[in-house]
């Protein structure tokens, strides 16, 4: 849902079943807690049992904010390895980190300072920046190159 709609539904004061039926359905898929009710002269939560009343004006509450669309999961040393990294997938499965890239929600990765980029290592020398693979790491090292590690892997939020 866009900016847009967001605004519009907080704004709103008709009847829900007055609406349009798309937008009937936009309301319905997001449930009532999202929204207030509009009963006895004034705006406040719905105690109506039940889904939405037809002759009852909903709006999303002020402070509603919509679900990024992007999930970070954050990356960290996995307890078994003193090398290998891991992740928890929005799935709720531990991931290691090399399989990223093969899951078909997969984003990027994320550094500090919010550059996401498709690898998660990367590298710079001279004012030049470049990509690494875990494989790599200490070729680079050797090479006294600038190296930064990603500290989240991006997914796709599923609905």
């Known amino acids: 849902m866009n900016q847009k709609m967001i605004d519009r539904l907080k704004a709103n004061k008709e009847v829900f079943g007055e609406m349009d039926k798309d937008l009937q ?3 319905k898929g997001m449930g009532k807690d999202d929204f207030q009710s509009y009963a006895g002269g004034r705006w406040g939560v719905s105690t109506a049992l039940g889904g939405f009343q037809s002759d009852f ?3 999303l509450r002020p402070d509603y904010k919509q679900e ?3 999930v970070e999961c954050e ?3 996995d307890s078994n390895s003193e090398d290998d990294l891991t992740f928890i997938h929005p799935n709720g499965n531990d991931v290691p980190l090399q399989n990223a890239f093969s899951l078909h929600d997969f984003i990027g990765f994320k550094y500090e300072g919010g550059d996401v980029c498709p690898y998660p290592i990367v590298y710079g020398l001279k004012g030049r920046l470049g990509y690494a693979t875990t494989t790599s790491v200490e ?4 090479e006294e190159r600038f190296i930064d590690h990603a500290t989240h892997v991006l997914f796709r939020r599923q609905t």
């Open 57 to 59: 004006a909903y709006r």
């Open 68 to 70: 990024s669309e992007v």
């Open 139 to 142: 070729d680079f090292k050797k």
């Open 75 to 77: 990356i960290y040393k």
């Open 25 to 27: 359905e936009i309301i």
